[in-house]
């Protein structure tokens, strides 16, 4: 059974810091989503297996996504945090390349989510 576990959310200051980890299976593509009340979920980074990397345009320059295979984890760093990424914040696992890593429909495999909440 695959299991996605996510950590290290909370509640912290605007322009404060977060790195939120998912421990979980090694797969070729990772992503993290988030989910505002009353908005749909939407891809916020996603990391192939030797490291590529994407961004949504709202997050490029503050967060970072990284993995240690070896360490079946997935890391983002979220920097300069803003109200506005408030939101659930969900890992997710594809089970082959995509050329969409941030859309939704791509990945098979879900996390129960961490909240995150940053305040003004």
């Known amino acids: 059974q695959v299991q996605l576990v996510e950590s290290g959310g909370g509640s912290v200051q605007s322009g404060g810091s977060l790195r939120l980890s998912c421990t979980a299976s090694?797969?070729?593509?990772m992503g993290w989503f988030r989910q505002a009340p009353g908005k749909e979920r939407e891809g916020v980074a996603a990391?192939?297996?030797?490291?590529?990397?994407s961004y949504a345009d709202s997050v490029k320059g503050r967060f970072t996504i990284s993995r240690d295979n070896a360490k079946n984890t997935l890391y983002l760093q979220m920097n300069s945090l803003k109200p506005e990424d408030t939101a659930m914040y969900y890992c997710?696992?594809?089970?082959?390349?995509?050329?969409?890593?941030?859309?939704?429909?791509?990945?098979?495999?879900w996390g129960q989510g961490t909240q995150v909440t940053v305040s003004s």
């Open positions: 990391i192939g297996y030797y490291g590529s990397t």
């Open positions: 997710a696992a594809a089970p082959r390349r995509t050329y969409y890593p941030l859309k939704m429909g791509e990945y098979h495999y």
């Open positions: 090694v797969y070729t593509y």
